[in-house]
């Protein structure tokens, strides 16, 4: 099974996107990109340097252009892909980058809400001198123990060994005098403290505006951020990325939930290198590739032939489906026979996990048509459960 992922914020690089704009579909994507983002991304992908890059504003929407971009260039003809690829995940802001991949949202909308979030995200860093500190290495629970000590937030888990640091210049300053035992810190170059209770106010921001998003089920599982699990519900989709502003990113729950996929190939998107690096150590026997430049475009389908499977979810259904968030154990609500109707966002059963409990709902309703698993079932994260007719609609 095939993952295709979404680098974020720091993973650009100047000049990163040089190479890319020789190819014409390319450079006349991005032209139109640019005019949605009210950006000059040609300028900012090409020429601009390090500092003018590092900017919330500027690196969040040039990062998700490059994903969405290189993805159709991989991809020629779109619905090819969603035979091949068996999920898609995007670390923070490349979780925009996934979702409009998914079609979760359209490549416009996308390019405006990322606009809107760079936008939001540095006017909130810009209220109090905040940053953020990898802490590589170090026993987890004593990293985590500092942490709190210092009022800082673990804004990133990134798998073993790699949990960043957010809070204010003064609590890192304090947080460097007083490190964890055997880890080493590494302050990073980012304008704000992200995923912390200090970007509050660009959820705000955000919110108002996904109100008027229209978004549709994903056509290839995507996996948040917020809790590793799989996602399917467009508005779900929609919502998660919103809050996750604010809250942590758990990339290290994101790729459990790979490997409980059976996930065997790995594929990050550019400016690659980030994510393939983390999988590499935390996801032994997953093959990585990183796609950096249009050369690598071949060697990327020949991964793809060698990888891909499509995911569980039917991508031209006649019914609504509703898919298991985790892997676990499916506990079934009481009183569902077949035929039988859903009124919106009633609860359909549980997923018991190792780890926790998930409610699955119906978040339109609707007619039962068919049960695709049984109560006590164990099932895998995407798993369709239940397949329904929107209310109204005969089946």
Known sequence: MLVIVAPGQGAQSPGFLTPWLEI????????????????????????????????????????????????????????????????????????????????AVSAEQAMVLVRERGNAMAAAAATTPTSMTAVLGGDRDDVLARLEKHGLTPANDNGPGQIVAAGTVEQLSAFAEDPPAKARLVPLSVAGAFHTEHMAPAVDVLARLARSVSTHDARTPIISNRDGQVVHDGNDVLRRIVTQVRNPVRWDLCMETMLDLGVTGMLEMPPAGTLTGIARRAMKGVETFALKTPDHLDEARAFIDKHG?????????????????????????????????LRPDARIGTVQSLRDETAVTAPYGGHIVEWLVEDGDLVSPGQPLIRLHPEGVPS
């Open 24 to 103: 014409p579909t390319f450079s006349e994507r991005l032209v139109w990109l640019s005019a949605v983002s009210g950006m000059d991304l040609h300028h900012y992908g090409t020429e601009a340097d390090a500092e003018t890059i590092r900017d919330t504003a500027v690196a969040q929407p040039l990062l998700v252009a490059a994903g969405l971009l290189a993805a159709l260039e991989l991809f020629p003809h779109p619905a090819d892909a969603f035979g091949r690829i068996g999920a898609v995940a995007g670390h923070s802001v490349g979780e925009l980058t996934a979702a409009a991949g998914a079609r």
């Open 309 to 341: 499977d499509a995911s569980q979810i039917d991508t031209n259904p006649t019914w609504r489906m509703l898919v298991a968030p985790a892997k676990g154990t499916f506990h079934r609500a009481a009183d569902l026979p077949e035929g039988g109707t």
